[in-house]
């Protein structure tokens, strides 16, 4: 393979003018032997222009991460996809790591990717020598060759990093020749401060982090090895960072390599404390690990900590993951006396000193606010920052602190009272003041001498801020009232004048992160405070319409539960402004999905998927006005053909279910012609999303089902879906669904002239039982399928089985179908399963012209069909259960007092069983997969595909009783050598179950009766 002629192609990638061409002759290439081992010689030649190894580099990536893995061909597809070549892999393989170790940062962080997939696919069956090769590197003195082979030994521990403790034994086996030696290194490192040192000491730690993460490997860490480390970690946290640091700008500090050095020890202290270090609360495994864990480490190392924390107080620079992550760790310690004790003279200066100017509104808050408010409004909002932000530490610390040491909360109550009576306070601190309340809610309204004062703390000193000129504290404001939603107010005034400050501030506020506080404290109220509801009821509609206004402007998530919150809420209200406000929201999401940003933030997906969630939620509530749901369709079908116009299949499951939501009632002839928009569209994608398709198939069914059946195009589009599910490999529920909708037709269509479709319906699904079926609810779906044919027309069926060949065996499979029908007669399960199989066996022995095969299983006819009922009989005493309500009821007023002594430590019972149920799960599941055979049948009274219905599961439509009874007696009277073929097999015990079924069938008969009668 030519280089020159790569490199040409990769250097017009990065011209605009060239690109099309370049990307042409790349595409053109890779498939030939030798192309990936030649990219991976110009990533890391120092002889080409660095732009174009950066482009190899990620060219090379794309096409490991896609080609490396073999594949199978696709169902009926003679030719295998492409791969990169087993030789050509030898040869990434044998270079790789160098080219790792020698690449500049850019090219390496690519490389590494690479790598990662590698290991994921070949180690340890196909490259246990990566171990020997990163273990020669690692032998280097050279410093710059231990950062790449770090860069390498990380790959390796990522890929086993979330892998269950019994699946990690090839990384346990590497990391008993690498962790000593990474262990001597660091440690040897420690007092060179030195840039690339200090990068050497982080990738250490994120390698020994990413061991221990999920899993604590004790065969490694022993007690005398973790002591080492734990040393390790308390100097890289003790330690100063260079003086020369604090001339680099604030906003850039974090990103040094000794604040990040930092923060990994950091993480990796708090982790094992949380994880394996903290007695009471670690499973079984850990027990003693977590004793010694504590007695020798916690306080040591919580002494740094409270000492970083001084430095903060003292107004000393601290990165703010650092500051997190010193929180994060005492929030552990809080639980336990030992650390408690150390800890209990520094709470007061922590909680005033540290704790509360976190809380307080910022410079950098103000700044964000006057510059991008949709931005500040975007990261209040966001959960990924709650994970890093020192403010949520410092908070979730205040709480825990509260909730079980009785010394911190007067006094913090006491310390933010004092802010709040002071008039001429600074106004961040009165934000801080209420941040703290607020955040102390929970808590507060559980205790008798609190909860009684803060409905005058709200009028006295929330209620005023609404008039602030500062729209920070009329957001806090709102977002206290949002915090004690369920304060049960003595004063049905103040109650109003809350609901009216928030409506007023959604409705009339200029500033937007005032309005989305609003929004949320309002749905609150009005979800927690019956009165609150019938305050707005008559607002409604300016509510609404400003909602909108804000979810299209802020593209928030979090608004777009209000709004279903509140449709669900206000559902007769919603009737008048249904139609405008899904339009609006129409409107949003086309704005969303077209917008420039749309594929890079993950934001805007969550965003439109709750957009179409409360587009689906407004047509539950108003599905009953058919003259509004028609003219919500039009809305609706352009939503929907927006999304499969651009093919944006993560919202396929979303407009799945909008169709499904204007089909329940009526199909209007727009909705028919969707049908076949779906099926050109999904034939791509038919098997990921037939499951989701299910409800919306099922509605073309059996809502109008002449109309169905008056297009033959419609059962052909259904019937080719299924088809295509059943010879395909979607995986067997989508099998599942796909058998169960064709057994939905035949029983839909009984009378209504569908004989033509029955030999196609059944050959589909015998064909698919001739080749491998792992679950019982594939075989008895599939059998379900012909079982329903045979109760359409017997003759039709007969004829049909007879006349089926398949390739392995020339006879007909008459036979084969009825004696597999009889071995898992056991494995129908719920109500129509059984009813279906009764009905079914009934007809099959009723037949006049009975083929041989029936003859031959007389003897297991009628003890099968009462195994049945006896299954019957509990599913129907089951639903019975299960449809009785059962509610319990709280004490809401009862005090909670989760306070501990100073001197006791928190043992999290609950929390403890949580784990050990979890460890019984675990083994439970591990006894399963060992026989699968021993589950429990009563847990399975309704199976997952009842919920399509069909005219069997409608109320006395069809008795199974007495179909059964019926065709018995019938049988008796007209063919008494059959009636005595059929029950001579039975014991006495059985013949005692055949009466009762006898008794049982006149008792519903007179029920039904007396039922019309009533009726």
Same mark, same amino acid.
């Given at each position: 393979?030519?280089?020159?002629?790569?490199?040409?192609?990769?250097?017009?990638?990065?011209?605009?003018?060239?690109?099309?061409?370049?990307?042409?002759?790349?595409?053109?290439?890779?498939?030939?032997?030798?192309?990936?081992?030649?990219?991976?010689?110009?990533?890391?030649?120092?002889?080409?222009?660095?732009?174009?190894?950066?482009?190899?580099?990620?060219?090379?990536?794309?096409?490991?991460?896609?080609?490396?893995?073999?594949?199978?061909?696709?169902?009926?597809?003679?030719?295998?996809?492409?791969?990169?070549?087993?030789?050509?892999?030898?040869?990434?393989?044998?270079?790789?790591?160098?080219?790792?170790?020698?690449?500049?940062?850019?090219?390496?962080?690519?490389?590494?990717?690479?790598?990662?997939?590698?290991?994921?696919?070949?180690?340890?069956?196909?490259?246990?020598?990566?171990?020997?090769?990163?273990?020669?590197?690692?032998?280097?003195?050279?410093?710059?060759?231990?950062?790449?082979?770090?860069?390498?030994?990380?790959?390796?521990?990522?890929?086993?990093?979330?892998?269950?403790?019994?699946?990690?034994?090839?990384?346990?086996?590497?990391?008993?020749?690498?962790?000593?030696?990474?262990?001597?290194?660091?440690?040897?490192?420690?007092?060179?401060?030195?840039?690339?040192?200090?990068?050497?000491?982080?990738?250490?730690?994120?390698?020994?982090?990413?061991?221990?993460?999920?899993?604590?490997?004790?065969?490694?860490?022993?007690?005398?090895?973790?002591?080492?480390?734990?040393?390790?970690?308390?100097?890289?946290?003790?330690?100063?960072?260079?003086?020369?640091?604090?001339?680099?700008?604030?906003?850039?500090?974090?990103?040094?390599?000794?604040?990040?050095?930092?923060?990994?020890?950091?993480?990796?202290?708090?982790?094992?404390?949380?994880?394996?270090?903290?007695?009471?609360?670690?499973?079984?495994?850990?027990?003693?690990?977590?004793?010694?864990?504590?007695?020798?480490?916690?306080?040591?190392?919580?002494?740094?900590?409270?000492?970083?924390?001084?430095?903060?107080?003292?107004?000393?620079?601290?990165?703010?993951?650092?500051?997190?992550?010193?929180?994060?760790?005492?929030?552990?310690?809080?639980?336990?006396?030992?650390?408690?004790?150390?800890?209990?003279?520094?709470?007061?200066?922590?909680?005033?000193?540290?704790?509360?100017?976190?809380?307080?509104?910022?410079?950098?808050?103000?700044?964000?606010?006057?510059?991008?408010?949709?931005?500040?409004?975007?990261?209040?909002?966001?959960?990924?920052?709650?994970?890093?932000?020192?403010?949520?530490?410092?908070?979730?610390?205040?709480?825990?602190?509260?909730?079980?040491?009785?010394?911190?909360?007067?006094?913090?109550?006491?310390?933010?009272?004092?802010?709040?009576?002071?008039?001429?306070?600074?106004?961040?601190?009165?934000?801080?003041?209420?941040?703290?309340?607020?955040?102390?809610?929970?808590?507060?309204?559980?205790?008798?001498?609190?909860?009684?004062?803060?409905?005058?703390?709200?009028?006295?000193?929330?209620?005023?801020?609404?008039?602030?000129?500062?729209?920070?504290?009329?957001?806090?404001?709102?977002?206290?009232?949002?915090?004690?939603?369920?304060?049960?107010?003595?004063?049905?005034?103040?109650?109003?004048?809350?609901?009216?400050?928030?409506?007023?501030?959604?409705?009339?506020?200029?500033?937007?992160?005032?309005?989305?506080?609003?929004?949320?404290?309002?749905?609150?109220?009005?979800?927690?405070?019956?009165?609150?509801?019938?305050?707005?009821?008559?607002?409604?509609?300016?509510?609404?319409?400003?909602?909108?206004?804000?979810?299209?402007?802020?593209?928030?998530?979090?608004?777009?539960?209000?709004?279903?919150?509140?449709?669900?809420?206000?559902?007769?209200?919603?009737?008048?402004?249904?139609?405008?406000?899904?339009?609006?929201?129409?409107?949003?999401?086309?704005?969303?999905?077209?917008?420039?940003?749309?594929?890079?933030?993950?934001?805007?997906?969550?965003?439109?998927?709750?957009?179409?969630?409360?587009?689906?939620?407004?047509?539950?509530?108003?599905?009953?006005?058919?003259?509004?749901?028609?003219?919500?369709?039009?809305?609706?079908?352009?939503?929907?053909?927006?999304?499969?116009?651009?093919?944006?299949?993560?919202?396929?499951?979303?407009?799945?279910?909008?169709?499904?939501?204007?089909?329940?009632?009526?199909?209007?002839?727009?909705?028919?012609?969707?049908?076949?928009?779906?099926?050109?569209?999904?034939?791509?994608?038919?098997?990921?999303?037939?499951?989701?398709?299910?409800?919306?198939?099922?509605?073309?069914?059996?809502?109008?089902?002449?109309?169905?059946?008056?297009?033959?195009?419609?059962?052909?589009?259904?019937?080719?879906?299924?088809?295509?599910?059943?010879?395909?490999?979607?995986?067997?529920?989508?099998?599942?669904?796909?058998?169960?909708?064709?057994?939905?037709?035949?029983?839909?269509?009984?009378?209504?002239?569908?004989?033509?479709?029955?030999?196609?319906?059944?050959?589909?699904?015998?064909?698919?039982?001739?080749?491998?079926?792992?679950?019982?609810?594939?075989?008895?779906?599939?059998?379900?399928?012909?079982?329903?044919?045979?109760?359409?027309?017997?003759?039709?069926?007969?004829?049909?089985?007879?006349?089926?060949?398949?390739?392995?065996?020339?006879?007909?499979?008459?036979?084969?179908?009825?004696?597999?029908?009889?071995?898992?007669?056991?494995?129908?399960?719920?109500?129509?399963?059984?009813?279906?199989?009764?009905?079914?066996?009934?007809?099959?022995?009723?037949?006049?012209?009975?083929?041989?095969?029936?003859?031959?299983?007389?003897?297991?006819?009628?003890?099968?069909?009462?195994?049945?009922?006896?299954?019957?009989?509990?599913?129907?005493?089951?639903?019975?259960?299960? @449809?009785?309500? =059962?509610?319990?009821?709280?004490? !809401? $007023?009862? +005090? /909670?007092?989760?306070?501990?002594?100073? *001197? #006791? %430590?928190?043992?999290?019972?609950?929390?403890?069983?949580?784990? @050990?149920?979890? =460890?019984?799960?675990?083994?439970? !599941? $591990?006894? +399963? /997969?060992?026989?699968?055979?021993?589950? *429990? #049948? %009563?847990?399975?009274?309704?199976?997952?595909?009842?919920?399509?219905?069909?005219?069997?599961?409608?109320?006395?439509?069809? $008795?199974?009783?007495?179909?059964?009874?019926?065709?018995?007696?019938?049988?008796?009277?007209?063919?008494?050598?059959?009636?005595?073929?059929?029950?001579?097999?039975?014991?006495?015990?059985?013949?005692?179950?055949?009466?009762?079924?006898?008794?049982?069938?006149?008792?519903?008969?007179?029920?039904?009766?007396?039922?019309?009668?009533?009726?």
């Amino acid at each position: 393979m030519d280089p020159n002629r790569i490199i040409q192609a990769l250097k017009g990638t990065i011209d605009p003018n060239l690109r099309i061409a370049a990307e042409t002759e790349l595409n053109q290439s890779y498939k030939i032997i030798n192309f990936a081992p030649t990219l991976l010689q110009i990533i890391v030649s120092d002889q080409v222009e660095f732009p174009v190894r950066q482009a190899a580099a990620i060219y090379m990536k794309n096409m490991v991460t896609q080609y490396w893995p073999d594949r199978e061909a696709p169902p009926g597809e003679a030719m295998l996809p492409f791969n990169i070549h087993e030789n050509d892999r030898q040869k990434i393989r044998d270079n790789i790591v160098e080219g790792i170790i020698h690449s500049p940062d850019l090219i390496r962080s690519q490389l590494a990717v690479c790598l990662r997939a590698i290991i994921k696919y070949d180690f340890p069956g196909r490259w246990t020598a990566v171990v020997d090769k990163i273990g020669f590197f690692l032998q280097s003195p050279n410093n710059a060759s231990w950062l790449g082979s770090l860069m390498c030994l990380y790959q390796l521990v990522r890929t086993y990093e979330f892998k269950k403790a019994e699946e990690r034994d090839p990384l346990i086996a590497a990391m008993q020749i690498f962790l000593p030696r990474i262990q001597q290194k660091i440690f040897q490192l420690l007092p060179d401060s030195s840039q690339l040192s200090v990068l050497i000491q982080k990738q250490i730690l994120k390698i020994f982090y990413a061991l221990v993460q999920y899993a604590l490997p004790l065969q490694l860490v022993n007690k005398q090895t973790m002591t080492q480390w734990m040393e390790i970690f308390r100097t890289i946290i003790d330690r100063d960072v260079p003086p020369e640091t604090l001339q680099v700008d604030e906003d850039d500090r974090p990103e040094l390599v000794w604040w990040k050095c930092k923060k990994w020890a950091l993480h990796l202290v708090a982790r094992l404390f949380e994880r394996y270090g903290s007695p009471g609360n670690v499973t079984k495994e850990y027990i003693e690990f977590s004793e010694f864990f504590f007695k020798t480490y916690a306080v040591g190392i919580q002494q740094v900590l409270l000492k970083l924390l001084d430095q903060h107080r003292q107004k000393q620079y601290v990165a703010p993951r650092v500051l997190q992550q010193v929180l994060n760790y005492l929030n552990q310690g809080v639980n336990h006396s030992l650390t408690w004790k150390q800890m209990k003279p520094h709470i007061q200066s922590i909680s005033e000193e540290v704790v509360f100017p976190l809380m307080c509104y910022k410079d950098e808050d103000e700044e964000l606010w006057q510059e991008d408010p949709y931005e500040y409004i975007r990261m209040k909002f966001d959960v990924f920052e709650d994970h890093v932000s020192p403010t949520i530490a410092a908070q979730n610390f205040l709480y825990t602190a509260a909730k079980k040491r009785k010394e911190v909360l007067p006094k913090m109550m006491s310390f933010c009272y004092q802010i709040l009576t002071i008039p001429s306070e600074d106004p961040r601190k009165k934000d801080g003041a209420l941040h703290v309340i607020g955040s102390l809610a929970d808590i507060l309204l559980k205790k008798n001498i609190y909860k009684g004062q803060m409905e005058l703390i709200l009028q006295s000193y929330v209620f005023p801020l609404f008039n602030s000129e500062l729209g920070y504290l009329r957001a806090r404001a709102c977002w206290v009232l949002h915090s004690f939603c369920k304060l049960k107010f003595t004063n049905d005034l103040n109650l109003r004048n809350a609901v009216e400050l928030v409506k007023k501030s959604l409705i009339e506020d200029k500033e937007m992160p005032v309005k989305v506080e609003a929004a949320i404290a309002l749905q609150s109220f009005i979800s927690n405070q019956d009165q609150a509801k019938l305050y707005i009821k008559h607002s409604v509609r300016p509510v609404m319409q400003e909602l909108l206004h804000v979810v299209r402007e802020t593209e928030n998530d979090d608004l777009t539960n209000v709004i279903q919150k509140m449709i669900c809420e206000y559902s007769e209200e919603m009737t008048t402004i249904a139609v405008d406000m899904t339009q609006h929201l129409a409107m949003t999401f086309s704005k969303v999905l077209q917008s420039d940003a749309y594929e890079e933030v993950e934001d805007k997906t969550v965003m439109a998927m709750g957009i179409l969630n409360t587009i689906d939620t407004i047509l539950t509530v108003v599905e009953d006005h058919k003259e509004i749901t028609q003219q919500l369709e039009g809305i609706c079908l352009q939503v929907i053909g927006l999304v499969l116009q651009k093919h944006v299949i993560e919202f396929y499951e979303e407009v799945l279910s909008l169709a499904y939501s204007l089909t329940c009632q009526v199909i209007s002839p727009n909705m028919w012609q969707l049908l076949g928009v779906l099926y050109e569209v999904l034939q791509q994608d038919c098997f990921e999303y037939f499951t989701d398709m299910m409800p919306l198939l099922h509605n073309y069914v059996t809502v109008d089902t002449v109309a169905f059946l008056s297009n033959p195009k419609n059962v052909e589009i259904i019937y080719n879906l299924c088809k295509k599910v059943l010879t395909g490999d979607a995986g067997e529920d989508a099998e599942c669904h796909a058998a169960k909708l064709l057994e939905v037709i035949i029983l839909q269509c009984q009378g209504k002239g569908i004989d033509q479709c029955i030999p196609l319906f059944v050959e589909a699904v015998l064909e698919r039982l001739t080749r491998g079926v792992k679950t019982s609810e594939l075989r008895t779906m599939c059998l379900q399928v012909t079982i329903a044919a045979l109760c359409y027309s017997p003759m039709l069926l007969v004829h049909t089985l007879e006349n089926i060949r398949f390739s392995h065996s020339a006879e007909p499979i008459t036979a084969q179908f009825i004696n597999q029908w009889m071995n898992d007669t056991d494995c129908f399960l719920g109500l129509h399963d059984r009813k279906v199989c009764i009905i079914g066996l009934s007809t099959l022995m009723e037949m006049q012209n009975r083929p041989e095969a029936v003859n031959a299983v007389a003897a297991q006819i009628l003890p099968s069909l009462l195994l049945l009922f006896l299954g019957l009989k509990r599913a129907y005493a089951s639903k019975v259960t299960n @449809d009785q309500d =059962e509610n319990g009821e709280e004490d !809401e $007023d009862a +005090e /909670e007092n989760e306070e501990i002594p100073s *001197d #006791e %430590d928190d043992i999290r019972e609950a929390g403890q069983q949580y784990l @050990d149920m979890l =460890e019984q799960h675990q083994v439970e !599941e $591990d006894e +399963e /997969e060992d026989d699968d055979d021993e589950w *429990d #049948e %009563d847990g399975l009274e309704e199976t997952a595909l009842e919920g399509f219905s069909t005219p069997l599961d409608e109320d006395n439509n069809v $008795d199974e009783y007495q179909i059964f009874t019926s065709a018995l007696l019938r049988i008796q009277s007209v063919d008494a050598a059959w009636y005595q073929t059929l029950t001579a097999p039975l014991s006495e015990d059985q013949k005692k179950q055949l009466q009762e079924i006898f008794t049982l069938t006149e008792q519903r008969k007179n029920a039904a009766e007396s039922k019309k009668i009533e009726g």
